[in-house]
C-alpha cells in the first residue's frame, strides 16, 4: 500500500511515520513527487492495520497497491523517473521524463585499442554511454566467453578518454563485486531476469541497473524482477525489450515494441530497447530503433564494431559506425518531434 502525506507534512513527521512502518517489519521507500510525499509500505500485509496508519498525524490517505510490483507501479510514483548517471570526468547524462539515452559499442571488448577506437567513434557519433562485454554468455561453452577484469579496465580506460559512463553484463552474483569496482550501470541480460539471488546483489549497490527482459518473459514478469532490485534499495532501474522468442523465425526474435508503451503506462521506470539482440541481422537494426523511439521509447542499446566480419561474437548484427552515424541523426529527429531529446555527453 502507499501513504499519502499531506502537502504541508514537514521532515520530522515523514522520519516519524517511517519509524513507524519499520517498527512494525516492514519496510518503507519514499517517493518524493511536485506536490505530494507518498510512502511505499511493503511487507507482509498481515501485519499492516491501514486504520491505523491512517490515524497518524500528517496522513492524508491510505491506498492500497493492486499489482503485485509495488515500487515499480506508476500507483507509487505517478510521474516519470528521471535518473542522472554522472560521467567518470564530469557532469552526468539522464534518462527518462524528456530525456534519451544513447547506448554503443563493441558487443564484447576485444582488445584495449579496439575498445578505444570504437568508443571514440560512437560518442562522436551522439552515443553518451558506452558498452562492451566482458563477461560473455555464449550459447556453447567452446566459443569465446570474454576477457574477464582484463576488458572491464579497457572498457573503464576507453570510459575516462570519452567522459562516458559504461554499461557492461553481471552474470554471477560472484562478479558483482569486482564488476561494481569499473562499470556505471550494471546489466542484466535476458537469461538472469529471473536470477533472484543476482537481482537481490545488484539492488544493494547503488549503480543503476538495466533489465533486460527474458526470453519469454511477461511484462508483468519483467517487472516483479525489477521490484527485487527496487526492494533493496537500488531505485535507478532501467528496464530493457530486447525481444522475445514467438513463432516467427525471420529474425533471432521478436522485437515486442507493444511492451515499450505498456511497460511505461503501468510503471514509472524508464523503458529502453536493444534493437541488435532482437534482429540478429544489422540490416533490420535502424528501422527497428526508428521504431522504438517512435513508440515512446527512452533510448536504445546498439552494438557497433569497426569489421563485423572479424567480430568474436554477435558481427552479424553490428552497425558499422558510419551507419550508426546516420542512424543517430534519424533518432534525434524522432525524439525531437515528440518533444524529446538524447542526453549528450558533457565536455571534460
Known amino acids: 500500500m502507499i501513504v499519502i502525506l499531506k502537502p504541508e507534512a514537514p521532515e520530522a513527521l515523514v522520519k516519524d511515520i517511517v519509524s513507524h512502518i ?19 509500505v511493503v511487507g507482509e500485509e498481515e501485519k499492516i492495520n491501514p486504520e491505523q496508519l491512517k490515524s497518524l498525524t500528517g496522513v492524508e490517505q491510505v491506498v492500497p497497491i493492486m499489482k503485485p510490483y509495488k515500487l515499480a507501479s506508476r500507483e507509487f510514483h505517478k510521474e516519470d523517473s528521471v535518473f542522472e548517471i554522472p560521467c567518470p570526468i564530469s557532469g552526468s547524462v539522464k534518462i527518462g521524463g524528456p530525456h534519451c539515452l544513447a547506448i554503443a559499442g563493441p558487443c ?8 578505444h577506437q570504437l568508443a571514440r567513434e560512437v560518442v562522436a557519433a551522439g552515443a553518451t554511454v558506452l558498452r562492451g562485454g566482458a563477461y560473455k554468455p555464449r550459447t556453447s561453452p567452446y566459443t569465446f566467453q570474454g576477457h574477464g577484469e582484463e576488458a572491464l579496465k579497457w572498457l573503464r580506460d576507453a570510459g575516462k578518454a570519452n567522459n562516458m559512463p559504461v554499461i557492461t553484463e553481471v552474470m554471477d552474483t560472484r562478479h558483482v563485486q ?6 556505471d550501470i550494471f546489466q542484466i541480460g535476458a537469461r538472469n531476469m529471473q536470477n533472484f539471488n543476482l537481482l537481490f546483489e545488484v539492488g544493494k549497490t547503488r549503480k543503476p541497473v538495466v533489465l533486460k527482459r527474458g526470453l519469454a518473459g511477461s511484462i508483468s514478469e519483467w517487472l516483479m524482477s525489477a521490484e527485487y532490485v527496487l526492494s533493496q534499495g537500488n531505485r535507478r532501474v532501467i528496464l530493457c525489450e530486447r525481444g522475445i522468442k514467438t513463432f516467427e523465425t525471420s529474425l533471432r526474435y521478436t522485437l515486442d515494441l507493444s511492451a515499450v508503451p505498456v511497460a511505461k503506462s503501468l510503471s514509472h521506470l524508464p523503458v529502453i530497447v536493444d534493437p541488435s539482440h532482437a534482429a540478429g541481422d544489422r540490416q533490420y537494426v535502424p528501422a527497428l530503433a526508428r521504431a522504438a523511439i517512435a513508440a515512446g521509447a527512452d533510448g536504445f542499446m546498439i552494438e557497433c564494431h569497426d569489421c ?4 568474436m561474437c554477435d558481427g552479424p548484427q553490428a552497425l558499422l559506425p558510419d551507419t550508426f552515424t546516420h542512424l543517430m541523426k534519424d533518432l534525434t529527429n524522432i525524439a525531437s518531434v515528440l518533444g524529446r531529446k538524447f542526453s549528450t555527453t558533457p565536455k571534460p
Open 108 to 115: 564484447a571488448a576485444e582488445d584495449e585499442e579496439m575498445v
Open 22 to 40: 519499520e517498527s512494525i517489519g516492514l519496510q518503507a521507500h519514499l517517493s518524493r513527487g511536485q506536490f505530494r510525499t507518498i510512502i511505499g
Open 308 to 311: 563485423p566480419s572479424k567480430a
Open 178 to 183: 569486482v564488476i561494481e569496482q569499473y562499470t
